[in-house]
């Protein structure tokens, strides 16, 4: 299981870091979780989501760390290469462990991507970015990234066949433009998965009830 159009950076300011897990033992793992904290944030601090998400109980709880806390230094919408080399490398630890898991036996349909904000945005860059479909993704204020989408991302075959996605954000996010999350929400449409988009009126950049209700269903359908 790769992501698409990555190569090693010369600099990898996140290889080193290590992950927060909870959880069962991956090695006793039937499903895995990989969640991804936000700008500032710790993978510590991320973990608790994993309670409201009605994960099976044999489930192994993933939490990457970021270097500094930060998974790149600018906006989700600046240039990409503006964000490189810790882009690629956040990626990279994406890749990681997804092979890690993998190695584990565990099938990828029994492997979820999910993160808020930063986290978010990098879950979906590396959902677009597969090469066969996960479990299932859920992103909340989140979306995929660079000024303008990367082109090789919009590939003619549907590597993404049947995978089911959660995307969820204000109308107003101060971070995350509403455009920009329907265009991830067309992208990964257009790579074969079944994405449920909500955008919500109002709200501030946080996970609301409904974002929870919604990405726990997720869960039960396709592992229940």
């Known amino acids: 299981m790769h992501l698409i159009g990555l190569s090693k950076p010369s600099i990898d300011p996140h290889v080193t870091m290590p992950a927060h897990f909870s959880g069962v033992p991956l090695s006793e793992a039937e499903y895995v979780l990989i969640l991804l904290h936000g700008r500032g944030a710790t993978a510590e601090s991320i973990e608790p989501l994993a309670?409201?998400?009605?994960?099976?109980?044999?489930?192994?709880?993933?939490?990457?760390?970021?270097?500094?806390?930060?998974?790149?230094?600018?906006?989700?919408?600046?240039p990409r290469q503006d964000n490189e080399p810790f882009l690629t490398s956040a990626l990279m630890v994406i890749q990681r462990y997804l092979l890690k898991v993998v190695e584990q036996g565990v099938s990828p349909r029994k492997i979820l991507l999910a993160g808020f904000s930063q986290g978010a945005c990098l879950a979906s860059e590396a959902s677009a970015?597969?090469?066969?479909?996960?479990?299932?993704l859920l992103g909340f204020s989140g979306g995929v990234i660079g000024q303008e989408i990367d082109v090789a991302l919009d590939r003619s075959?549907?590597?993404?066949?049947?995978?089911?996605?959660?995307?969820?954000?204000?109308?107003?996010?101060?971070?995350?433009p509403e455009e920009r999350v329907h265009e991830t929400e067309d992208l990964l449409k257009k790579l074969g998965a079944h994405v449920d988009c909500r955008i919500y009126p109002g709200m501030g950049h946080t996970i609301n009830a409904d974002e929870l209700e919604a990405a726990s269903q997720l869960v039960t359908q396709q592992w229940g």
């Open 129 to 136: 970015r597969l090469d066969q479909p996960l479990g299932g």
């Open 157 to 176: 075959e549907t590597p993404l066949a049947e995978m089911p996605v959660f995307l969820g954000c204000s109308d107003i996010d101060l971070h995350i």
């Open 51 to 78: 309670h409201h998400l009605g994960l099976p109980a044999q489930t192994a709880v993933i939490c990457p760390q970021a270097a500094n806390n930060t998974w790149y230094p600018l906006s989700f919408m600046a």
